[in-house]
Protein backbone atom coordinates (compact mmCIF):
# COMPACT_ATOMS: atom_id res chain seq x y z
CA UNK A 1 0.00 0.00 0.00
CA UNK A 2 1.36 3.45 -0.63
CA UNK A 3 -0.30 6.96 0.64
CA UNK A 4 -0.95 8.61 -2.85
CA UNK A 5 -0.33 12.72 -3.39
CA UNK A 6 -3.81 14.49 -3.42
CA UNK A 7 -5.03 16.64 -6.24
CA UNK A 8 -6.09 20.14 -5.93
CA UNK A 9 -7.68 22.87 -7.52
CA UNK A 10 -7.27 24.20 -10.25
CA UNK A 11 -5.73 20.51 -11.35
CA UNK A 12 -8.36 19.54 -14.28
CA UNK A 13 -8.77 15.99 -13.25
CA UNK A 14 -11.14 17.04 -10.68
CA UNK A 15 -13.66 18.66 -13.11
CA UNK A 16 -13.81 15.41 -14.96
CA UNK A 17 -16.53 12.54 -15.06
CA UNK A 18 -15.10 9.57 -13.83
CA UNK A 19 -15.59 5.72 -15.93
CA UNK A 20 -17.83 3.17 -14.57
CA UNK A 21 -15.63 -0.10 -13.08
CA UNK A 22 -16.89 -3.04 -14.77
CA UNK A 23 -14.75 -5.47 -12.82
CA UNK A 24 -12.92 -5.23 -9.67
CA UNK A 25 -9.92 -7.16 -10.25
CA UNK A 26 -6.38 -6.85 -8.64
CA UNK A 27 -5.18 -3.32 -9.55
CA UNK A 28 -8.93 -1.81 -8.70
CA UNK A 29 -8.28 -3.56 -5.27
CA UNK A 30 -4.50 -2.25 -5.16
CA UNK A 31 -5.87 1.02 -5.78
CA UNK A 32 -8.71 1.06 -2.88
CA UNK A 33 -6.04 0.03 -0.71
CA UNK A 34 -3.78 2.65 -1.78
CA UNK A 35 -6.81 5.02 -1.03
CA UNK A 36 -7.75 4.08 2.31
CA UNK A 37 -4.36 4.66 3.30
CA UNK A 38 -4.42 7.62 2.06
CA UNK A 39 -7.05 8.79 3.89
CA UNK A 40 -5.86 7.95 6.94
CA UNK A 41 -2.48 9.37 6.28
CA UNK A 42 -4.77 12.45 6.05
CA UNK A 43 -5.90 12.48 10.06
CA UNK A 44 -9.27 14.60 10.46
CA UNK A 45 -10.76 13.63 6.91
CA UNK A 46 -13.95 11.78 6.18
CA UNK A 47 -13.62 10.82 2.85
CA UNK A 48 -11.77 10.28 -0.68
CA UNK A 49 -12.75 9.65 -3.93
CA UNK A 50 -10.27 8.47 -6.36
CA UNK A 51 -10.16 11.45 -8.59
CA UNK A 52 -8.42 13.21 -5.67
CA UNK A 53 -5.35 10.89 -6.75
CA UNK A 54 -5.98 11.33 -9.95
CA UNK A 55 -7.55 8.58 -11.04
CA UNK A 56 -10.76 8.60 -13.21
CA UNK A 57 -12.52 6.11 -11.68
CA UNK A 58 -15.86 5.63 -9.34
CA UNK A 59 -14.61 4.75 -5.74
CA UNK A 60 -14.65 6.41 -3.17
CA UNK A 61 -13.57 5.17 0.85
CA UNK A 62 -15.59 6.88 3.90
CA UNK A 63 -14.33 6.96 7.56
CA UNK A 64 -16.79 8.87 10.01
CA UNK A 65 -16.65 8.05 13.75
CA UNK A 66 -19.36 5.90 14.84
CA UNK A 67 -18.62 3.32 12.22
CA UNK A 68 -15.92 0.59 13.09
CA UNK A 69 -14.73 0.11 9.32
CA UNK A 70 -14.31 2.35 6.44
CA UNK A 71 -16.77 2.31 3.62
CA UNK A 72 -16.09 1.31 0.06
CA UNK A 73 -18.24 1.71 -2.08
CA UNK A 74 -17.65 0.99 -6.38
CA UNK A 75 -20.07 2.51 -8.97
CA UNK A 76 -21.57 4.82 -5.63
CA UNK A 77 -24.78 6.29 -6.37
CA UNK A 78 -26.78 8.40 -4.23
CA UNK A 79 -30.62 7.16 -4.84
CA UNK A 80 -32.96 9.19 -2.49
CA UNK A 81 -32.31 12.46 -0.59
CA UNK A 82 -33.89 13.58 2.28
CA UNK A 83 -34.50 16.74 3.99
CA UNK A 84 -31.73 19.82 3.76
CA UNK A 85 -29.64 21.30 6.67
CA UNK A 86 -26.39 23.61 6.32
CA UNK A 87 -23.19 22.29 7.31
CA UNK A 88 -20.05 23.23 6.92
CA UNK A 89 -17.79 21.43 4.51
CA UNK A 90 -13.90 21.49 3.90
CA UNK A 91 -11.94 19.36 1.22
CA UNK A 92 -8.91 17.90 0.60
CA UNK A 93 -8.36 19.21 -2.78
CA UNK A 94 -9.15 22.80 -1.29
CA UNK A 95 -6.44 22.99 1.20
CA UNK A 96 -7.09 25.95 3.48
CA UNK A 97 -10.42 26.62 3.00
CA UNK A 98 -13.61 25.76 3.96
CA UNK A 99 -17.38 26.75 3.18
CA UNK A 100 -20.99 26.86 3.62
CA UNK A 101 -23.57 25.01 2.29
CA UNK A 102 -26.75 23.01 1.97
CA UNK A 103 -26.77 19.08 1.98
CA UNK A 104 -29.45 16.75 2.30
CA UNK A 105 -30.43 15.38 6.19
CA UNK A 106 -30.31 11.86 5.17
CA UNK A 107 -29.69 10.10 1.51
CA UNK A 108 -29.92 6.69 0.75
CA UNK A 109 -26.50 5.16 -1.33
CA UNK A 110 -25.71 1.82 -3.08
CA UNK A 111 -22.93 0.71 -5.13
CA UNK A 112 -20.51 -2.29 -4.76
CA UNK A 113 -18.23 -3.43 -2.35
CA UNK A 114 -14.44 -4.50 -2.80
CA UNK A 115 -15.42 -7.69 -3.14
CA UNK A 116 -18.11 -6.56 -5.84
CA UNK A 117 -21.02 -7.80 -3.50
CA UNK A 118 -24.11 -5.26 -3.56
CA UNK A 119 -23.99 -2.01 -0.83
CA UNK A 120 -27.13 0.05 0.27
CA UNK A 121 -26.54 2.51 2.76
CA UNK A 122 -29.21 4.71 4.90
CA UNK A 123 -27.28 7.51 6.15
CA UNK A 124 -28.22 10.83 7.71
CA UNK A 125 -25.65 13.16 9.76
CA UNK A 126 -21.56 13.73 8.82
CA UNK A 127 -21.43 9.97 7.25
CA UNK A 128 -24.80 11.21 4.68
CA UNK A 129 -22.94 14.55 4.02
CA UNK A 130 -19.55 12.59 3.14
CA UNK A 131 -21.56 9.95 0.81
CA UNK A 132 -23.13 13.32 -0.78
CA UNK A 133 -19.63 15.19 -0.87
CA UNK A 134 -17.67 12.18 -2.37
CA UNK A 135 -20.24 10.91 -4.89
CA UNK A 136 -19.92 14.46 -6.34
CA UNK A 137 -15.82 14.30 -6.47
CA UNK A 138 -17.30 11.35 -9.18
CA UNK A 139 -18.99 13.82 -11.32
CA UNK A 140 -16.81 16.70 -11.63
CA UNK A 141 -18.58 18.71 -8.35
CA UNK A 142 -16.46 20.43 -6.06
CA UNK A 143 -18.65 21.40 -2.81
CA UNK A 144 -17.80 24.81 -3.75
CA UNK A 145 -20.00 24.58 -6.51
CA UNK A 146 -22.70 25.08 -4.02
CA UNK A 147 -21.39 28.46 -2.95
CA UNK A 148 -24.00 31.36 -3.82
CA UNK A 149 -22.52 33.84 -1.41
CA UNK A 150 -18.65 34.89 -1.09
CA UNK A 151 -19.36 35.63 2.49
CA UNK A 152 -19.81 31.87 2.80
CA UNK A 153 -16.57 30.67 2.08
CA UNK A 154 -13.44 31.62 4.21
CA UNK A 155 -9.70 30.77 4.64
CA UNK A 156 -9.35 28.58 7.65
CA UNK A 157 -6.12 27.36 9.59
CA UNK A 158 -5.17 23.96 8.85
CA UNK A 159 -6.27 22.49 11.98
CA UNK A 160 -9.57 23.48 11.16
CA UNK A 161 -9.79 22.50 7.34
CA UNK A 162 -12.44 19.45 7.35
CA UNK A 163 -15.93 17.91 6.65
CA UNK A 164 -17.24 19.83 9.48
CA UNK A 165 -20.79 18.60 10.52
CA UNK A 166 -21.11 20.87 13.44
CA UNK A 167 -19.32 23.71 14.78
CA UNK A 168 -16.62 22.11 16.78
CA UNK A 169 -16.62 18.92 15.52
CA UNK A 170 -13.93 18.05 12.68
CA UNK A 171 -13.66 14.88 10.64
Known sequence: MAVLPIRTVPDPVLRDKSKKIKVIDKSVKRLIADMQETLHAEEGRAGLAAP??????RIIVISVPDVEEDIVLVNPEI???KGERTVTEGCLSIPG??????????????GFDVNGKTVRIKADGLLAQALEHET???DGILYIDHINNPEKFWKVMPAEESIVEEPGLTR
Open 52 to 57: QVGVLL
Open 97 to 110: YCGEITRAESVTAK
Open 136 to 138: EHL
Open 79 to 81: IKR
